[in-house]
Protein backbone atom coordinates (compact mmCIF):
# COMPACT_ATOMS: atom_id res chain seq x y z
CA UNK A 1 0.00 0.00 0.00
CA UNK A 2 -0.11 2.54 -1.52
CA UNK A 3 -1.94 0.99 -5.22
CA UNK A 4 -0.65 2.68 -8.10
CA UNK A 5 -2.39 2.87 -11.54
CA UNK A 6 -0.43 3.81 -14.36
CA UNK A 7 -2.55 4.48 -17.59
CA UNK A 8 -0.02 4.84 -20.54
CA UNK A 9 -0.75 4.93 -24.42
CA UNK A 10 -0.39 1.21 -25.56
CA UNK A 11 3.53 0.80 -27.30
CA UNK A 12 5.94 0.44 -25.01
CA UNK A 13 7.95 -2.82 -24.60
CA UNK A 14 7.72 -4.92 -21.15
CA UNK A 15 11.17 -3.64 -20.01
CA UNK A 16 9.90 -0.06 -20.40
CA UNK A 17 7.01 -0.76 -18.36
CA UNK A 18 8.96 -2.47 -15.49
CA UNK A 19 11.43 0.43 -15.53
CA UNK A 20 8.17 3.26 -15.06
CA UNK A 21 6.91 1.06 -11.87
CA UNK A 22 10.22 0.29 -10.44
CA UNK A 23 11.33 3.65 -10.50
CA UNK A 24 8.02 4.85 -9.21
CA UNK A 25 7.73 2.28 -6.54
CA UNK A 26 11.34 3.78 -5.25
CA UNK A 27 10.00 7.23 -5.19
CA UNK A 28 7.08 6.12 -2.95
CA UNK A 29 9.39 3.99 -0.55
CA UNK A 30 11.66 6.52 -0.32
CA UNK A 31 8.91 9.63 0.11
CA UNK A 32 6.19 7.57 1.73
CA UNK A 33 8.47 5.68 3.98
CA UNK A 34 7.11 2.30 3.34
CA UNK A 35 8.25 -0.91 3.43
CA UNK A 36 10.11 -1.91 0.30
CA UNK A 37 7.99 -5.18 0.13
CA UNK A 38 4.43 -2.70 0.14
CA UNK A 39 4.29 -2.74 -3.57
CA UNK A 40 0.82 -2.82 -5.18
CA UNK A 41 0.79 -1.62 -8.88
CA UNK A 42 -0.95 -2.05 -12.43
CA UNK A 43 -0.88 -0.88 -15.52
CA UNK A 44 -3.00 0.06 -18.05
CA UNK A 45 -2.81 0.71 -21.66
CA UNK A 46 -4.57 3.06 -24.05
CA UNK A 47 -5.17 3.82 -27.67
CA UNK A 48 -3.50 7.11 -28.31
CA UNK A 49 -7.10 8.69 -29.17
CA UNK A 50 -9.16 7.21 -25.57
CA UNK A 51 -6.01 9.88 -23.73
CA UNK A 52 -6.69 13.53 -23.54
CA UNK A 53 -3.72 15.00 -21.74
CA UNK A 54 -3.75 18.80 -22.49
CA UNK A 55 -1.83 21.60 -20.35
CA UNK A 56 -4.45 23.26 -18.20
CA UNK A 57 -2.72 26.26 -19.23
CA UNK A 58 0.80 25.62 -17.64
CA UNK A 59 2.45 25.53 -20.81
CA UNK A 60 3.04 21.72 -20.63
CA UNK A 61 3.58 20.31 -24.24
CA UNK A 62 2.75 16.42 -23.29
CA UNK A 63 3.69 13.56 -26.17
CA UNK A 64 2.19 10.24 -26.61
CA UNK A 65 4.87 9.03 -24.13
CA UNK A 66 2.73 10.67 -21.02
CA UNK A 67 2.17 8.84 -17.81
CA UNK A 68 -1.07 9.71 -15.51
CA UNK A 69 -0.33 8.13 -12.16
CA UNK A 70 -3.32 7.38 -9.74
CA UNK A 71 -1.69 6.54 -6.12
CA UNK A 72 -4.59 5.75 -4.12
CA UNK A 73 -2.72 6.19 -0.21
CA UNK A 74 -3.55 6.38 3.13
CA UNK A 75 -2.64 9.60 4.69
CA UNK A 76 0.33 11.50 3.76
CA UNK A 77 1.93 15.27 4.78
CA UNK A 78 2.03 17.65 2.21
CA UNK A 79 6.25 17.18 2.61
CA UNK A 80 5.67 13.84 1.95
CA UNK A 81 3.41 14.67 -1.18
CA UNK A 82 5.96 17.02 -2.57
CA UNK A 83 9.11 14.90 -2.01
CA UNK A 84 7.16 12.15 -3.74
CA UNK A 85 6.23 14.19 -6.86
CA UNK A 86 9.76 15.38 -6.84
CA UNK A 87 11.51 12.31 -6.77
CA UNK A 88 9.20 10.52 -9.10
CA UNK A 89 9.82 13.16 -12.05
CA UNK A 90 13.37 12.43 -11.35
CA UNK A 91 13.62 9.07 -11.37
CA UNK A 92 11.15 8.63 -14.64
CA UNK A 93 13.23 10.95 -16.20
CA UNK A 94 16.73 9.46 -15.19
CA UNK A 95 15.72 6.05 -15.83
CA UNK A 96 13.06 6.25 -17.98
CA UNK A 97 13.48 9.78 -20.38
CA UNK A 98 10.12 10.63 -19.25
CA UNK A 99 9.99 14.41 -19.56
CA UNK A 100 8.46 15.83 -17.16
CA UNK A 101 5.99 17.85 -19.13
CA UNK A 102 4.94 13.82 -19.56
CA UNK A 103 3.95 13.27 -16.08
CA UNK A 104 0.46 13.54 -14.48
CA UNK A 105 0.32 12.66 -10.58
CA UNK A 106 -3.26 12.60 -8.75
CA UNK A 107 -3.05 11.16 -5.18
CA UNK A 108 -6.32 10.17 -3.51
CA UNK A 109 -6.26 9.52 0.04
CA UNK A 110 -8.27 7.20 1.91
CA UNK A 111 -8.28 5.72 5.51
CA UNK A 112 -7.80 2.60 7.48
CA UNK A 113 -11.01 0.87 6.60
CA UNK A 114 -10.88 1.33 3.05
CA UNK A 115 -8.41 -1.02 2.48
CA UNK A 116 -8.93 -4.85 2.72
CA UNK A 117 -5.44 -7.34 1.18
CA UNK A 118 -7.64 -10.48 1.27
CA UNK A 119 -9.28 -13.13 2.80
CA UNK A 120 -12.18 -10.68 3.27
CA UNK A 121 -10.44 -8.32 6.17
CA UNK A 122 -9.99 -4.98 6.84
CA UNK A 123 -5.91 -5.78 8.33
CA UNK A 124 -5.52 -2.48 9.54
CA UNK A 125 -8.46 -2.71 11.60
CA UNK A 126 -8.00 -5.69 12.55
CA UNK A 127 -4.49 -4.73 13.36
CA UNK A 128 -3.02 -7.67 11.08
CA UNK A 129 -1.03 -4.94 9.78
Same mark, same amino acid.
Given at each position: ???????????????? /????????? *? #????? &??????? =?????????????????????????????? /????????? *? #????? &??????? =???????????????????????????????????????
Amino acid at each position: MPLIKFDVIAGRNDQE /LRALMDATH *E #AMVEA &FEVPATD =RYQSVTQHRPAEMVLEDTGLGFRRSEQAVV /LTVVSRRRT *E #AQKQT &FYRLLAE =RLHDRCGLSPDDLIVSLVENGDADWSFGHGRAQFLTKEL
